[in-house]
Every structure is written in structure tokens, then in C-alpha cells.
């Protein structure tokens, strides 16, 4: 009887899981096995192997029972390395179009607000930092909590200093404001003089 454990990764184990490629390459090292010395023990052609460990091609349950023997792992080892790769790249996927329509919805705030005025409809291809930076001006401090959704408040301060603190006097009231209600900066008359250009 065979049994399978349920595990669901985290969002840091889905940045860390290895491919059943990378995880057979290493096994192949420790045992100073070459691909054609893995493609005779386990009775596959050489060319198959090669695309395997290339990751240019799945691995058939058969074969990768095969390979854990010719490898001296335990069964299913090639099989559940290569399903948990599948599982992390297809959230990272998720994770991505998750993230792009977060992106979208903000920048539709932003043109309903009035800013990105001079694009015909919604921009699709803006950069981060010009997101960034056009939300903070144009949205209100109610629509912050959508950005730190998507990045984090260091990369928004940096952002805001590079962009919005750098011209000075011109934005200054949205400055001090942002400044004390985004980040909880202490002495913000210093904060911006010490900034500002």
C-alpha cells in the first residue's frame, strides 16, 4: 500500500522547488553517473535522457520509476520532484495574472481619477515605478493598501523619494502628507528638506 502525503507550499517553497532535472543532475554527480551510463541502466535511449535532464521533456511514470531505481532513489522521487516543479510553475502563473489585474484595477483608478490623461484608454505596458508614481499622486490615501498588495513599502518610499520628493516645493503638500499617513515619517519638514532638490 502506497501513501501519499498532501502538502501545500508556501509562496517561499514555490520560489525554491527544484525541477526532477536539476534534482537528477545532482544525483547524477554524487554518483559520478554520466547520461549515457543513466540511459543504460535504465534501459531509455540516450536522446530521451538528454531532453529529460534538459527539461525539454516529461517524465512517463514507468520511466521515472526507472530512473529512481538507476538513480538508488526512493520510488516516486523523480515523479513527485517533477509534479511539485509543475504545481510552483503553474502558481507562479497564477501569482502573475493575479498580479496583472491588480495593476489593471489600479490603473484604472488612476484614469478615472483623472491622471494618465494624455493615454487613449488604459496603458498596458507602463512600468512599475511609473504606476507607482501616478498612483501616489493621483489616488487617494484609502487606494494605498492596493498598492502594498504588489509591492512592498520600501519599494513604494523609494518610489516616492526618487519621483514625488526629488521636486521639492511643487509637490510638497502631497509630499508631507504621504510622508506622515503612507510612512509613518517622524519629522517630515526634515524628512523632505534632507530629499528634495
Keep these: 500500500m502506497i501513501f501519499v502525503f498532501l502538502h501545500v507550499m ?41 531532453a529529460i535532464l534538459k527539461g525539454q521533456r516529461e517524465i512517463p511514470i514507468p520511466l521515472s520509476l526507472r530512473l529512481d531505481y538507476a538513480l538508488e532513489m526512493p520510488p516516486g522521487s523523480v515523479a513527485v520532484a517533477q509534479s511539485r516543479y509543475q504545481v510552483a510553475n503553474e502558481m507562479r502563473k497564477q501569482d502573475i495574472q493575479d498580479m496583472n489585474s491588480r495593476k489593471m484595477s489600479i490603473l484604472e483608478k488612476i484614469k478615472a481619477a483623472g491622471g494618465l490623461w494624455s493615454y487613449q484608454g488604459i496603458p498596458e505596458h507602463l512600468d512599475d515605478d ?9 489616488l487617494d490615501l484609502e487606494d494605498m493598501p492596493m498598492l502594498l498588495q504588489i509591492w512592498s513599502k520600501s519599494h513604494l518610499k523609494r518610489v516616492w523619494k526618487e519621483r514625488l520628493v526629488s521636486q521639492g516645493r511643487r509637490m510638497n503638500i502631497l509630499n508631507y502628507i504621504l510622508a506622515v499617513k503612507l510612512f509613518g515619517v517622524k519629522h517630515p519638514d526634515n524628512y523632505l528638506s534632507r530629499y528634495a532638490y
Excluded: F, T, Y
Design 10 to 50: 508556501s509562496d517561499k517553497e514555490v520560489n525554491i522547488v527544484r525541477s526532477a532535472a536539476e534534482m537528477m543532475r545532482e544525483r547524477m554527480n554524487n554518483l559520478g553517473l554520466s547520461q549515457i551510463e543513466l540511459a543504460c541502466r535504465c534501459g531509455e535511449h540516450p536522446q530521451i535522457i538528454s
Design 130 to 138: 511609473s504606476i507607482i508614481e501616478a498612483a501616489l499622486v493621483h
